[in-house]
């Protein structure tokens, strides 16, 4: 994160509800968004991930102001956005890109046509444009496409444009809604990618709504996870992987991280291999696997690891291993003792 930390952070929101109305005349209004206290750090890839209907895309129409609070704030580069005035609104949307799922390009333009349009909202010169333009579909590697019409090019051709576009009148804040969702593997690595290089290159803070823990763990510095308009947990990526609080967080995280043996398969497991069951939780700070397996040789205690795997998100390793320790009782527990303040770990139950 290139984030001083003594900065305000770029964008802040404090007790945010929005309500909308009920469906009918005299049903009571729905809170899409409950409460949300959220700070989004200068220079950071700060991303919100929550299942359908969880409230992540009002949030976004929030920052932006493309729908009023209904109560609470949201302050963008020192600026509260709920009380601006039109000029201002231009001004505040002036200064953040959005990158949509379904693109939000014109199909009958060409690419250039597509980039040249935010540019021309702007005022911008026509000989600025084509210096501007060029810079942005090297930027994205679509230099060769300038020409080519929207409706020709491929999804992820597509999104390089859309991000582009968002590019195009320099903005601080990126918004990508659900950017990689249309688009397959290999082309939602490439756009995430894309959307690393964004921030890490040209220092754009990047707001990354998805419902895809892959993309977390791939690009972003922290999360937010939603559930039914509520943050249910914040914190940095590798703190939320290695360790995650709430329900839903650990089924997001399970999607990608499958080290934690549900009770069946431990059940399955167990009928397999003899001994006590115990999990090692390894995390970046205290990754010292051969220091634990040592003292488990000097103590005549064997193991066998019988489920989970070490990840890696930039840089730093975490995960569970499960082993089946055999051997005299009392020496397993010596030997557990004294991995104690090397590693954490658990008997699995
Ligand atoms: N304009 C609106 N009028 C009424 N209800 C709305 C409106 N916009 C969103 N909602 C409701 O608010 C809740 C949150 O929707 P939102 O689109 O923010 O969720 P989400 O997490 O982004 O999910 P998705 O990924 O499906 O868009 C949902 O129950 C939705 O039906």
Redesign the pocket.
């Known amino acids: 994160m290139t984030a001083a930390a003594t900065e305000a952070p770029l964008v802040e929101l404090r007790g945010v509800v929005k309500e ?2 009920g469906a009918r005349r005299g049903d009571s209004p ?1 809170r ?2 409950d409460g949300v206290d959220l700070s989004v750090e200068r220079g950071e890839i700060f991303a919100i991930i ?10 976004v129409r929030l920052v932006n102001a493309l729908e009023p609070v209904t109560s609470g704030s949201v302050v963008v580069d020192g600026v509260d956005v709920t009380a601006l005035s039109e000029k201002g609104l231009r001004e505040l949307r002036l200064g953040i890109g959005m990158v949509f799922q379904q693109f939000n390009l014109m199909d009958s333009r060409t690419v250039w046509g597509n980039l040249a349009f935010p540019l021309t909202v702007a005022g911008v010169a026509k000989a600025e444009q084509q210096r501007r333009i060029s810079e942005l579909l090297h930027f994205v590697g679509l230099a060769d496409k300038a020409h080519a019409h929207v409706s020709d090019l491929s999804g992820g051709q597509k999104q390089r444009v859309g991000i582009a576009r968002a590019l195009a009148t320099n903005p601080r804040l990126l918004l990508a809604d ?1 950017a990689t969702s249309a688009l397959d593997p290999d082309t939602t690595r490439d756009v995430l990618d894309l959307l690393a290089r964004v921030n890490r290159e040209l220092g754009i803070t990047v707001l990354l ?1 998805t ?1 895809e823990m892959d993309a977390v763990r791939r690009i972003a510095h922290r999360v937010a996870v ?1 559930e039914a ?1 509520k943050v249910v947990e914040t914190g940095a990526v590798l703190d939320v992987f290695a360790d995650p609080q709430h329900d839903v967080t650990r089924r997001f995280v399970g999607t990608v991280v499958d080290d934690l043996p549900a009770p069946d398969v431990v059940a399955a497991l167990r009928e397999r291999h003899p001994g006590r069951f115990v999990r090692l939780a390894f995390r970046s700070t205290s990754v010292r696997q051969s220091e634990a397996f040592a003292a488990f040789l000097r103590h005549g205690v064997e193991f066998e690891l019988v489920y989970g795997g070490i990840e890696e998100i930039r840089g730093s390793s975490f995960g569970n291993l499960t082993l089946a320790l055999t051997g005299d009782d009392a020496a397993v527990d010596a030997a557990l003792a004294e991995i104690t303040p090397v590693v954490a770990w658990t008997e699995v139950a």
């Not at 929550?50 to 949030?59: F, M, N």
Request: charged share 10%.
């Open positions: 909308f109305p729905h899409a968004v929550g299942y359908s209907g969880a409230g992540k895309s009002t949030l659900e709504i419902h939603m308009g």
